[in-house]
């Protein structure tokens, strides 16, 4: 069983329309729940992350984290062109004998038109 | 503030060749990863190390090795390369490993022929 499964998309949307991104994880172990975007040919860089269960907002973003069921989501409204990029979930732990190690999902593409 | 930076930004590599991607940042990081990237299939990690001296493997560790001689400098060394490594490479740093953000190179695009 992978760590973390990611529908990679493509997902294309309207200007404006709320974006829903999601992932799941296996490892119950993970408390940070972190976020990525990565525009084209570009290094992915922290959109904003979460610690244990709950939701987090920052602007127009919300992170949510349901440990329970071990999913995790990432809102976007009023998605701009702007938002286009591949959106990457990356939870992880620093405990036991996964102590550092980072895990990506394999990303949403997600492009918004005018 | 360079941040991560990574060299070289491409490279064409025949069959049995051997190289090495140079990853250094500035930001007196403990925690640096190696990350392939390859189309759809998101980041696998290669290598990392919490600290100078000190390295382990990730989930696709074979065909590659690592080192760890100063905090700042992290490379790669690919060595027989085959058709299978060809991918983006980025190198990343991080404060203290989960749970801080982790700040990527630009990234090396390796193609092998």
């Known amino acids: 069983q992978k760590e973390v499964e990611q529908d990679p998309g493509p997902l294309s949307v309207p200007e404006g329309a709320i974006v829903s991104l999601n992932c799941t994880y296996s490892?119950?172990?993970?408390?940070?729940f972190m976020w990525y975007r990565q525009y084209s040919r570009k290094g992915p860089e922290l959109l904003m992350y979460?610690?244990?269960?709950g939701n987090k907002e920052d602007g127009r973003f919300t992170a949510q984290v349901d440990k329970s069921s071990k999913y995790i989501s990432l809102f976007i409204r009023d998605s701009q062109p702007s938002d286009s990029a591949t959106y990457l979930c990356a939870p992880g732990t620093d405990r036991g004998s996964t102590l550092g190690r980072l895990y990506f999902g394999r990303g949403t593409q997600l492009t918004v038109w005018p | 503030n360079a941040g991560v930076t990574q060299t070289p930004k491409f490279r064409i590599l025949k069959i049995g060749q051997s190289m090495t991607l140079q990853c250094t940042q500035d930001?007196?990081?403990?925690?640096m990863y190696w990350y392939r990237q390859d189309p759809g299939m998101g980041l696998k990690l290669i290598y990392y190390?919490?600290?100078?001296?000190?390295?382990d493997k990730g989930e696709v560790p074979n065909g590659y090795n690592v080192s760890r001689s100063t905090t700042e400098d992290f490379p790669l060394r690919l060595e027989l390369a085959a058709p299978s490594q060809t991918s983006v490479y980025f190198c990343?740093?991080?404060?203290?490993?989960?749970?801080?953000?982790?700040?990527f190179g630009q990234g090396t695009r390796l193609t092998v022929v």
């Open positions: 930001m007196n990081h403990n925690y």
């Open positions: 990343a740093s991080s404060y203290s490993g989960v749970g801080t953000e982790a700040f």
């Open positions: 490892n119950s172990a993970f408390q940070y």
């Open positions: 979460t610690y244990s269960s």
């Open positions: 190390s919490v600290g100078a001296g000190i390295t």
